[in-house]
């Protein structure tokens, strides 16, 4: 699966979800969990919607802070996962 | 309990008060004292009062004077210790024509100048105008227990127990402050000085304020809580003295009234213990009240049985639903005359009600102990953190949470592993002031990107105080749970609990909260004690649950801490949702407004709609608060500025009646 379109599906969730507004800029580096735009239960909805809309599965040890706390690190692990799945 | 209200010309070019506007002013906060009103007037003030009456009946009306009608008072409260005050006074020859309260403070005033308010053990918004110096001096007890908001303008000075008084004159601009709503969706209240209106302070807890007849104002800070550690021999020393003094506050409560107080029951500790000491304070029967929850998740009906059977008092239950929640919800505002981020007001706005009809005028509750004793969450969270961040690398350190929140160790890896990242938050800051409070602040101010463009704009050029930048001068010497305890004291529970779920809910329907646990002495005796006693380990109110062991039923004391909570958003959109949510989030009525982002809050609301109708129904912590608290923010809006804030109620005449303009009337 491309990069892009997982960036462009994974932007568009966190906007519609979060942030609520399709016009503000939404920083890919920002860090979603210290800047309180997601929260303890915020994650669990962010979690739910990878799983459903890439078909991936993450085990325990995938949900550390380092692979879901922006836009850009929620993107290359969604597309390791992916490629993974594939091979 | 009582409501106050005036005007003062700080010079003599204006014209005396009209009786008619001092009228309308009492009249707005008729609900805090229905049974008689009272006013004087001479050409510079005017000062009205509305009265609850609770001590001294029969002859302590106001406005009332010292002995030769040169200095007077309105009141709202109560000075506990003033039998003792007044053998005092009359020791050094003052005469007494009255049994109340009331009379004390004037001739304390007359005796020991602004010094007097230090000795005032007891909750109370007053003031004192002195006619021979042409002095108005306006004071509030140490944790801010009765409400006083004051507007100064072109020379003259309006001052009253609530908004929705100095909003009764016409001629007073209705504006939000947007610092004060920034500091809500942060703190989650706005911190005296600063309202949540423009051009109107609150008086800050633990201070008086002098205008003096030179036009020159002084603000006294008399009294902010201070820790400094007292010696015991032992913990059963320290166990004894505290149950001593715990149980002679209560005793306080009951006793100084003329009318019978009862209490209220939560189901926790501390107000188990008020009730348990309120009981033994005088004969006869003994009145408690409590809110049942029909969602189970918030509910603790079995403990407060439990306690009520103990005590065997005569005790009576509210049963709340989301649906009753959401009808009082814009009533619980317009007394809490501020945005909430929380329903949790208004279960109690509804317990006073059962209270007023059942007759009881006064109720004792727990408020406090947890804040003077340590037993909030945030207290244990800080100190793990606190310890976490001298190892930040360390695995084993955050394994503490799970006994914190023992939902934890059971949920799966996935909730958890994410969940430290939340406290993780400021783990390299923990030698700054303010480390505790830190996840909630960074969670609660995200809550600013709802704001409109317009508010964020006002806010970069003008940002709203910093509460940390008032910390005095010795918070730096004091350990870090007396640090804490500090800024939740002066955040949370001075700005929102002992207001908007305190005195607010309870004056709603005319009835008087008193306060052991906050107390002059039981307060200083508190913050005197090391914090192994308070937070022992993780074991939180570690002294209180001694003092409570053979007294209070051991499930209560031994049970897990149960935070207390109300349904929050799911009230407002599920399927008995009131119309008059959608009217408030139309993007008419948010623009008009002004104040938040119109896509975002639609956004949210969806969000939120969607939420309801899923299985689970369950709503983030951030989404329950954005939700309540805007929708609070626009019923603000709706009853202060687009209207302001009166309530249609009777008519009021002054049977007290000093009219020093017109002396025809006297």
Same mark, same amino acid.
């Given at each position: 699966?491309?990069?892009?379109?997982?960036?462009?599906?994974?932007?568009?969730?966190?906007?519609?979800?979060?942030? &609520?507004?399709?016009?503000?800029?939404?920083?890919?580096?920002?860090?979603?969990?210290?800047?309180?735009?997601?929260?303890?239960?915020? $994650?669990?909805?962010?979690?739910? &919607?990878?799983?459903?809309?890439?078909?991936?599965? &993450?085990?325990?040890?995938?949900?550390?802070?380092?692979?879901?706390?922006?836009?850009?690190? $929620?993107?290359?692990?969604?597309?390791?996962?992916?490629?993974?799945?594939?091979? | 309990?009582?409501?106050?209200?005036?005007?003062?010309?700080?010079?003599?070019?204006?014209?005396?008060?009209?009786?008619?506007?001092?009228?309308?002013?009492?009249?707005?906060?008729?609900?805090?004292?229905?049974?008689?009103?009272?006013?004087?007037?001479?050409?510079?003030?005017?000062?009205?009062?509305?009265?609850? %009456?609770?001590?001294?009946?029969?002859?302590?009306?106001?406005?009332?004077?010292?002995?030769?009608?040169?200095?007077?008072?309105?009141?709202?409260?109560?000075?506990?210790?003033?039998?003792?005050?007044?053998?005092?006074?009359?020791?050094?020859?003052?005469?007494?024509?009255?049994?109340?309260?009331?009379?004390?403070?004037?001739?304390?005033?007359?005796?020991?100048?602004?010094?007097? =308010?230090?000795?005032?053990?007891?909750?109370?918004?007053?003031?004192?105008?002195?006619?021979?110096?042409?002095?108005?001096?306006? *004071?509030?007890?140490?944790?801010?227990?009765?409400?006083?908001?004051?507007?100064?303008?072109?020379?003259?000075?309006?001052?009253?127990?609530?908004?929705?008084?100095?909003?009764?004159?016409?001629?007073?601009?209705?504006?939000?402050?947007?610092?004060?709503?920034?500091?809500?969706?942060?703190?989650?209240?706005?911190?005296?000085?600063?309202?949540?209106?423009?051009?109107?302070?609150?008086?800050?807890?633990?201070?008086?304020?002098?205008?003096?007849?030179?036009?020159?104002?002084?603000?006294?800070? #008399?009294?902010?809580? !201070?820790?400094?550690?007292?010696?015991?021999? !032992?913990?059963?020393?320290?166990?004894?003295?505290?149950?001593?003094?715990?149980?002679?506050?209560?005793?306080?409560?009951?006793?100084?009234?003329?009318?019978?107080?009862? *209490?209220?029951? !939560?189901?926790?500790?501390?107000? *188990?213990?008020?009730?348990? =000491?309120?009981?033994?304070?005088?004969?006869?029967? =003994?009145?408690?009240? !409590?809110?049942?929850?029909?969602?189970?998740?918030?509910?603790?009906?079995?403990?407060?049985?439990?306690?009520?059977?103990?005590?065997?008092?005569?005790?009576?239950?509210?049963?709340?639903?989301?649906?009753?929640?959401?009808?009082?919800?814009?009533?619980?505002?317009?007394?809490?005359?501020?945005?909430?981020?929380?329903?949790?007001?208004?279960?109690? #706005?509804?317990?006073?009600?059962?209270?007023?009809?059942?007759?009881?005028?006064?109720?004792?509750?727990?408020?406090?102990?947890?804040?003077?004793?340590?037993?909030?969450?945030?207290?244990?969270?800080?100190?793990?953190?606190?310890?976490? %961040?001298?190892?930040?690398?360390?695995?084993?350190?955050?394994?503490?949470?799970?006994?914190?929140?023992?939902?934890?160790?059971?949920?799966?890896?996935?909730?958890?592993?994410?969940?430290?990242?939340?406290?993780?938050?400021?783990?390299?800051?923990?030698?700054?002031?303010?480390?505790?409070?830190?996840?909630?602040?960074?969670?609660?101010?995200?809550?600013?990107?709802?704001?409109?463009?317009?508010?964020?704009?006002?806010?970069? *050029?003008?940002?709203?105080?910093?509460?940390?930048?008032?910390?005095?001068?010795?918070?730096?010497?004091?350990?870090?749970?007396?640090?804490?305890?500090?800024?939740?004291?002066?955040?949370?529970?001075?700005?929102?609990?002992?207001?908007?779920?305190?005195?607010?809910?309870?004056?709603?329907?005319?009835?008087?909260?008193?306060?052991?646990?906050?107390?002059?002495?039981?307060?200083?005796?508190?913050?005197?004690?090391?914090?192994?006693?308070?937070?022992?380990?993780?074991?939180?109110?570690?002294?209180?649950?001694?003092?409570?062991?053979?007294?209070?039923?051991?499930?209560?004391?031994?049970?897990?801490?149960?935070? #207390?909570?109300?349904?929050?958003?799911?009230?407002?959109?599920?399927?008995?949702?009131?119309?008059?949510?959608?009217?408030?989030?139309?993007?008419?009525?948010?623009?008009?407004?002004?104040?938040?982002?119109?896509?975002?809050?639609?956004?949210?609301?969806?969000?939120?709609?969607?939420?309801?109708?899923?299985?689970?129904?369950?709503? %983030?912590?951030?989404?329950?608060?954005?939700?309540?608290?805007?929708? %609070?923010?626009?019923?603000?809006?709706?009853?202060?500025?687009?209207?302001?804030?009166?309530?249609?109620?009777?008519?009021?005449?002054?049977?007290?009646?000093?009219?020093?303009?017109?002396?025809?009337?006297?």
């Amino acid at each position: 699966m491309q990069q892009e379109h997982i960036q462009t599906e994974v932007a568009d969730f966190i906007r519609k979800n979060f942030i &609520f507004s399709d016009t503000k800029k939404l920083n890919n580096d920002e860090s979603l969990l210290g800047s309180g735009v997601v929260d303890s239960t915020g $994650i669990l909805e962010l979690i739910a &919607f990878l799983e459903g809309k890439f078909q991936v599965k &993450f085990a325990d040890s995938d949900l550390v802070a380092e692979n879901f706390d922006s836009v850009n690190k $929620i993107v290359s692990f969604v597309s390791r996962k992916t490629t993974g799945a594939a091979a | 309990m009582c409501g106050i209200a005036g005007i003062v010309n700080l010079t003599d070019r204006h014209d005396p008060p009209s009786v008619d506007l001092l009228r309308s002013m009492v009249s707005a906060i008729q609900h805090r004292g229905p049974d008689e009103y009272g006013l004087f007037r001479d050409h510079r003030v005017g000062m009205g009062h509305a009265r609850l %009456s609770i001590i001294d009946i029969s002859t302590g009306q106001q406005p009332l004077s010292n002995a030769d009608d040169t200095l007077w008072i309105v009141f709202n409260g109560e000075i506990f210790n003033f039998i003792e005050l007044r053998e005092e006074l009359e020791k050094i020859g003052y005469t007494f024509r009255t049994h109340s309260d009331t009379e004390v403070i004037v001739h304390a005033y007359e005796a020991w100048g602004v010094d007097c =308010f230090s000795r005032f053990n007891g909750q109370w918004a007053l003031a004192l105008w002195d006619t021979v110096e042409n002095t108005l001096i306006l *004071s509030r007890d140490r944790i801010g227990v009765r409400p006083l908001y004051v507007r100064e303008h072109d020379g003259r000075v309006w001052f009253a127990s609530e908004v929705k008084a100095i909003f009764a004159d016409p001629s007073v601009p209705r504006e939000i402050d947007v610092q004060g709503l920034a500091q809500t969706f942060m703190y989650w209240a706005s911190i005296a000085p600063t309202s949540l209106y423009k051009g109107i302070e609150e008086l800050r807890p633990g201070s008086t304020r002098m205008y003096n007849g030179d036009g020159s104002r002084k603000d006294i800070q #008399y009294w902010r809580p !201070s820790y400094n550690e007292t010696r015991f021999s !032992s913990v059963g020393e320290a166990t004894e003295a505290l149950r001593d003094k715990l149980k002679r506050a209560t005793q306080l409560r009951v006793l100084r009234s003329d009318v019978p107080v009862g *209490s209220y029951l !939560s189901g926790g500790l501390d107000s *188990s213990l008020t009730a348990r =000491f309120g009981r033994e304070a005088k004969e006869g029967t =003994f009145q408690t009240f !409590s809110i049942r929850f029909e969602d189970p998740e918030f509910d603790e009906t079995e403990y407060q049985r439990a306690m009520a059977r103990t005590i065997d008092s005569n005790h009576q239950e509210v049963l709340v639903r989301k649906s009753d929640i959401a009808r009082v919800f814009p009533d619980v505002v317009r007394h809490t005359e501020r945005p909430i981020l929380r329903t949790a007001p208004a279960p109690l #706005y509804l317990l006073s009600r059962l209270v007023r009809d059942t007759g009881i005028k006064a109720v004792l509750t727990g408020e406090g102990a947890d804040e003077m004793l340590g037993g909030y969450d945030l207290f244990r969270e800080a100190k793990i953190r606190m310890f976490w %961040s001298h190892q930040p690398g360390s695995h084993i350190r955050p394994l503490l949470f799970d006994r914190l929140y023992p939902y934890l160790a059971r949920s799966p890896q996935q909730a958890k592993g994410m969940a430290l990242e939340f406290w993780k938050r400021g783990l390299d800051r923990a030698d700054q002031p303010g480390f505790s409070h830190e996840p909630r602040w960074s969670t609660t101010g995200s809550l600013g990107r709802f704001f409109s463009a317009e508010a964020r704009h006002l806010l970069k *050029s003008a940002p709203p105080p910093n509460y940390l930048e008032t910390l005095p001068l010795e918070f730096h010497r004091w350990d870090p749970l007396a640090q804490a305890q500090f800024i939740e004291v002066e955040t949370l529970l001075s700005s929102y609990l002992i207001s908007s779920q305190g005195d607010r809910m309870l004056m709603a329907h005319s009835v008087e909260g008193r306060f052991p646990f906050l107390d002059a002495d039981v307060m200083d005796f508190c913050n005197g004690l090391p914090a192994q006693y308070k937070l022992n380990g993780l074991n939180e109110k570690f002294i209180l649950k001694k003092v409570a062991d053979g007294i209070i039923p051991d499930q209560i004391i031994n049970r897990p801490k149960q935070p #207390y909570r109300a349904p929050d958003a799911i009230a407002f959109v599920g399927t008995e949702a009131p119309e008059y949510v959608d009217e408030l989030f139309a993007d008419s009525a948010l623009r008009s407004a002004g104040l938040f982002d119109v896509e975002a809050v639609r956004g949210l609301y969806a969000k939120c709609k969607d939420r309801a109708a899923s299985p689970e129904a369950v709503f %983030s912590n951030t989404d329950n608060m954005g939700l309540v608290g805007i929708l %609070s923010t626009q019923l603000v809006v709706d009853q202060f500025i687009n209207h302001n804030g009166g309530v249609p109620g009777k008519r009021i005449e002054f049977t007290t009646f000093i009219d020093r303009v017109h002396t025809s009337t006297h």
